[in-house]
């Protein structure tokens, strides 16, 4: 059975890679280089709006030469070392072949790229944005880099089957701004949705991994964790405001929380470097126009410190493994330790993030030397399933914005995210 649907996916592929084949890579026209500073400059900027440097970066290598790896359901791939480099970089690449890689993922019938390169969100991207950001590439020193092969498993090691995945599920439309909305909700939009990509880990993805075109930014699992909805209404319902959103683009912390794992890098290497005109627009696509959604957290069981809980056990828990540093009232300590009082993670109603958060902890996450946290320790190891379990319901009733609507975790639900 399994084997006979393999072999039909297969078949379709290889029908579909044959029409594709014919189908093609859109011709592109070539345009000079520009090397002159304004355009370099503004490259660099779309460049840190569109976070290149996250993926093509590998831990601990400089930057752009790429070697980090990305884990797929159908194997692991490795990003390209992309600065001009002639051995083993980009430096041949001309402004259109660079145009077809964004916009289409392909700059040649036999070698089409993986969608884990996010050409299904750069594809929005503009022409001119794509030739200053390729004239910034090009500006970079050149650093010898090899590839690092990828693993990926057959049939899907065989690039140009990826053209029926195209076919599928790849948009190749350019971005169109909403003439009912305004210029700043469409900026918002323009970088949501294009250069900034935030529905590669924010969007659902189907089966094949594409992202579901009828969901988008209805919320994903992304490796061990959550990258929560960002609709407005779950953006209200755990309590963010526009202004909070702007504030934690710049800072990675917001009394709704602070941003940790794949999110910091986002903040640190693209949202924090934005300017606030775009920040603000990010914010207010989001929201939608509602900017000002009540922020709730304040509404909460106030000073909870020598009450009595009727969760007991969890109450107990927490004031002898988290009051430390988050408080006995949850408060947190300012610019220290972040508060759960009103914390937009506890008000996931999965759960996902908060029991991932104490069973990994969360490595320091510094912008620079005045502004983030130090790390938090990991309880995985010093912690019963019970005793998450009880924990985990015992700071969402008391802390989270929305507990009154939270359903209590159960033990087979804790159990099954800590296997993960
Ligand atoms: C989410 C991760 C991610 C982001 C963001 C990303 N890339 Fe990539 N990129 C990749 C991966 C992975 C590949 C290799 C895909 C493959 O092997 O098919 C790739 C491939 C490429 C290639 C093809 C290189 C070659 O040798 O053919 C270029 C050029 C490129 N990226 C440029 C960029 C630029 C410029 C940006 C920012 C505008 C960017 N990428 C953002 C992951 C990413
Ligand atoms: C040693 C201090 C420390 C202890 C003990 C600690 N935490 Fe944390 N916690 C932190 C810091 C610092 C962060 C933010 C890390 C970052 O973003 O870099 C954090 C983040 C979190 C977050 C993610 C939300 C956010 O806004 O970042 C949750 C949820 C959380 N802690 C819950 C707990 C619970 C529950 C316990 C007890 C089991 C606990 N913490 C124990 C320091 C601590
Ligand atoms: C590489 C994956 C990735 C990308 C790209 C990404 N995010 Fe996230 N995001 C996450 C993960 C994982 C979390 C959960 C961790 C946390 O709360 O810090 C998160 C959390 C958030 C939160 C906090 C939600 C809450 O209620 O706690 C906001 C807001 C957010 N992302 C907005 C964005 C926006 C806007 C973009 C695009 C500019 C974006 N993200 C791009 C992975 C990503």
């Known amino acids: 059975m399994l084997r006979a649907l393999f072999g039909l996916i297969l078949l379709g592929f290889i029908g579909y890679g044959a029409f594709a084949f014919l189908w093609g890579v859109p011709a592109v026209a070539d345009r000079p280089t520009a090397t002159d500073a304004a355009t370099i400059e503004e490259g660099r900027y779309l460049a840190a709006a569109a976070d290149c440097v996250s993926c093509h970066t590998s831990d ?7 070697g ?3 884990d797929t359901p159908f194997g692991r791939l490795y990003s390209p070392n992309i600065t001009p480099d002639a051995g083993t970089g980009i430096s041949g690449m001309t402004s259109a072949e660079f145009y077809q890689i964004m916009a289409y ?3 040649s019938v036999l070698a089409p790229l993986y969608p884990a390169m996010p050409y299904t969100s750069f594809h929005l991207a503009t022409r001119d944005d794509s030739d200053a950001i390729h004239a910034y590439i090009m500006s970079l020193d050149p650093v010898v880099a090899e590839k690092v092969p990828n693993e990926l498993r057959f049939p899907f090691n065989i690039r140009p089957l990826m ?17 009912s909305r305004d210029d700043v909700w469409n900026r918002g939009a323009y970088l949501v949705t294009g250069l900034a990509h935030c529905g590669e880990c924010h969007t659902p993805r189907n089966a094949l991994g594409a992202m579901e075109p009828d969901a988008p930014l209805a919320g994903a699992v992304v490796g061990t964790f959550e990258a929560p909805s960002l609709t407005p209404q779950a953006l209200a319902d755990r309590g963010w405001s526009r202004d909070h959103l702007v504030l934690y683009f710049e800072t990675g912390a917001s009394p709704e929380g602070s941003a940790f794992g794949e999110m ?23 929201m939608d126009g509602s900017a000002d959604a009540p922020s709730h957290g304040e509404a909460t069981v106030a000073a909870l410190g020598d009450s009595a809980h009727p969760n007991a056990a969890g109450q107990a828990l927490y004031l002898s493994n988290c009051s430390l540093c988050h408080g006995p009232d949850g408060a947190g300590i300012a610019n220290t330790m972040p508060a759960l009082l009103g914390n937009a993670t506890l008000a996931q109603s999965d759960g996902i993030n908060l029991v991932q958060v104490m069973a990994q902890g969360v490595e320091g996450d510094h912008l620079n030397q005045t502004t983030g946290y130090g790390p938090m320790p990991a309880f995985r190891d010093r912690l019963t399933v019970s005793e998450f379990v009880d924990l985990s319901n015992y700071v969402r009733e008391a802390f989270a914005s929305n507990a009154a609507s939270l359903p209590p975790l159960t033990e087979a639900e804790v159990a099954a995210i800590l296997d993960k």
Do not use: C, E, M, Q
């Open 60 to 66: 601990g290598g400089s930057n752009y030469t790429g």
């Open 68 to 70: 980090r790896p990305f």
């Open 105 to 107: 993922g392909a700059d």
């Open 163 to 179: 053209f029926g995945w195209n076919l599928l599920f790849a948009n190749r439309g350019a971005f169109v701004p909403d003439p």
């Open 264 to 286: 910091f890098l986002a903040v640190k290497n693209s949202l924090s470097l934005l300017t606030h005109d775009d920040r603000v627009a990010i914010a207010t696509y989001l």
